[in-house]
């Protein structure tokens, strides 16, 4: 027995706000689900889904989040899946501050940080311009999720001081991305949702001199029962990206040391990674450095 | 009310670990408590806290956090508070492995994400060096939970698409901070434990052009009970901070767009976000730009 599922069945917490709302008392909350499995909400999160009136949620990686909210809590999906029907910006922005209006309590549940690369500037600036109470609840990124997932920190002292979250997108007329000219010794780059990018991305972080062996890993749907966590060189990305059929939802990490010995081109991957209980070698990719997580 | 003193009060979860614990069983467990307010852990945190058999826990914001936690649970503070007593990195490490080799259910506890700024590496290295499994638990980091508090987001479409996190220190040889480098239009910075080096920091930005007149947030023991906000142009960060007694635990986050003119020194902040509910004039500041957050 354990604890969630204790909350997500027999809690018996008080229903607070059944039915149309109460005019006056409406409110939106922009809640951070973190990066899908539902244990990495925050108990503020769990509070807010247990007092919603209604919850407009994204694309949730575990649809047993939602188990979590107030029963008679209305659920409207309003993410974007592959062959899903998809709101646009301005129709989540519309119904939620209608919603609110009607004195309900709305929760527009995010996946990972609502701050984070999940457009809360947007959804802040309708519902202040509307004169309605606005909060956000912050969530566990996906960054922090996927060096969670593969066992490792995001800075290390003396050796990466700084950590770049970035989407590795930039002007149409940049031959590089715009985030390239923060790869440097002492950095790791997180890259959100830039699995497309990768080959351009990879290009221009070795056009900045990154070394074309230094590790990468990749968390493919972290936190969800698909995840899997690869790694292999730089200048490989693209091509275990392409191999292993990775696409949309997956964050790549790369981490350049300020101290130790750049690695180059041909050096073998510090294998000494490998023993983390998470990563082992994928049996099916003989050759290939890119390792799976243990199912 | 409400959920969270119902789990820290009566929740009869079973004890699962009296005692010396099992020989065999024993693991670390590297969990971030996030900034302070205990409804900011994750139910994953939380179970973790209910499993363990002892918990090394750092300065913890919030003291209730502990109460989350079995009732049987050794609890151990090794952090760091003024004047209290402080453990040694090293020693930590070897405590930590120790109880784990008794096969006890360690819990380290840490502020915000283990994995940023947290030290987790080394703590990863030596249970790994022992053979014992160690599992990370991600957290809400402070930059996430000071945008949520400060009611905006870190990332903006088309005006802030990179968000750096970075301590601001640099070599003692080098006359500006490494961070400063990754300052430009369409990035957001978010300095940790950055307080100290606001002089030296500021002086970095408007080197490599940051407009003076930008706005720069600070949240102070963001998710405390002592939690104080403010704000101003960049050019007077180190006069607000020394101004508003602020030292040790503020975030700064300061983020140039990319696409709006630059504010330029001398021009009045947009008091539009004055209207955020978090944010008020301070009366006890007349004529500073600084402003508090409302008790």
């Avoid at 027999?10 to 951070?32: E, H, N, S």
């Avoid at 940080?113 to 999940?118: C, E, K, L, S, Y």
Wanted: with cysteine; hydrophobic share 45%.
């Amino acid at each position: 027995m354990t604890l969630v599922p204790t909350l997500s069945t027999d809690l018996g917490l008080p229903v607070t706000g059944l039915g149309a709302g109460t005019p006056g008392r409406g409110r939106i909350v922009l809640v951070g689900a973190g990066p899908g499995a539902r244990d990495l909400l925050t108990l503020r999160a769990l509070r807010h889904l247990q007092e919603a009136d209604v919850i407009f949620y994204d694309r949730l990686v575990e649809a047993d989040v939602l188990d979590l909210a107030r029963p008679g809590a209305e659920r409207v999906f309003v993410g974007k899946h592959v062959g899903a029907h998809a709101w646009p910006q301005g129709q989540i922005n519309a119904i939620i501050v209608a919603e609110a209006r009607k004195g309900r309590r709305v929760v527009r549940l995010k996946s990972g940080d609502p701050g984070i690369f999940g457009r809360a500037g947007e959804e802040l600036e309708v519902a202040r311009a509307a004169g309605i109470p606005v909060e956000l609840v912050p969530g566990i990124t996906a960054a922090s999720a996927a060096a969670a997932a593969l066992g490792r920190s995001l800075t290390e002292r003396g050796q990466s001081d700084t950590l770049v979250l970035t989407t590795g997108t930039g002007a149409a007329d940049n031959p590089l991305p715009d985030c390239v000219r923060h790869a440097a010794p002492g950095t790791t780059i997180a890259f959100y949702m830039a699995v497309g990018q990768a080959p351009r991305i990879t290009a221009g972080l070795l056009a900045r001199g990154m070394p074309p062996g230094l590790e990468v890993q990749i968390a493919v749907e972290v936190e969800k029962s698909s995840q899997r966590l690869l790694r292999c060189p730089l200048g490989e990305l693209a091509t275990v990206l392409a191999r292993n059929g990775v696409k949309g939802c997956a964050l790549i990490l790369a981490t350049w040391p300020s101290q130790r010995p750049a690695t180059t081109a041909g050096d073998t991957i510090d294998e000494e990674r490998g023993s983390a209980p998470h990563l082992s070698q994928d049996p099916g990719q003989e050759g290939a450095m890119a390792q799976k997580v243990v199912a």
